[in-house]
């Protein structure tokens, strides 16, 4: 298994700025996910973030809006950038082990936009 | 494009009963379903992954199904307890081992 944290929990923000949530995992992991859950929603992948190299990003969500970092196999930022009351959502990081297809998820991140 | 679904509908049942969830795809059979439990303010939680090949897998008090003939995964939870109250996610992998989810059947164990 793996133990996955992220900063911070939740966070309240201004319409037009951005925020970079952090996701630590406690063991070296192959693969990183972001998901959004917007309220009352079930999980959306946002992107898997690749160690070293640009994260690979699904239909409707795009780079300049999603920025994501991967400098290590146990680190991950997402930038939600100029933000609007629509972005508010839970974001959450997943990592998938070397050994298993199952996929653990950190606690969240509940953004509100104001 | 492959969709999972799962009954929007809550499901009320007495402690002590067994509940059945489902989860049906609609297109092609994908490698293995995986079922999640979700608190509210958490992230999911991986309870079972059952593959393609496989009929049944338990864990438990849980036992999964793969009907690929029908396109449907059945979740069961017997001698259910308020503790099992949660929602309760399906989802299927993608390329790359992404997943795809479905949305979710709440789950309500009433003593």
């Known amino acids: 298994s793996a133990v996955i944290s992220q900063k911070p929990s939740r966070d309240i923000c201004q319409r037009g700025t951005s925020l970079t949530i952090q996701c630590q995992v406690d063991s070296q992991v192959t693969m990183m996910f972001w998901y959004r859950q917007q309220p009352g929603q079930s999980l959306t992948l946002i992107a898997t973030a690749n160690q070293g190299s640009e994260a690979t990003y699904e239909s409707g969500f795009v780079i300049d809006k999603f920025p994501i970092s991967r400098p290590n196999l146990t680190f991950s930022t997402l930038t939600v950038s100029n933000m609007s009351p629509e972005d508010s959502s839970i974001y959450l990081c997943?990592?998938?082990?070397?050994?298993?297809?199952?996929?653990?998820f950190g606690p969240g991140t509940r953004l509100t936009v104001l | 494009s492959q969709k999972i679904e799962q009954n929007s509908e809550a499901l009320n049942i007495q402690e002590g009963k067994t509940a059945t969830l489902t989860c049906n795809y609609t297109n092609y059979s994908p490698a293995y379903l995986q079922w999640y439990r979700q608190d509210p303010g958490r992230g999911p939680v991986f309870l079972l992954l059952i593959r393609e090949n496989e009929k049944e897998k338990r864990k438990e008090r849980l036992k999964v199904t793969f009907d690929t003939t029908l396109k449907q995964s059945l979740f069961h939870i017997t001698a259910s307890q308020p503790a099992d109250s949660a929602t309760y996610l399906c989802a299927h992998n993608n390329a790359g081992n992404m997943l795809t989810f479905g949305g979710g059947t709440r789950l309500m164990v009433k003593p």
């Open positions: 997943s990592v998938e082990t070397w050994l298993a297809n199952e996929q653990f």
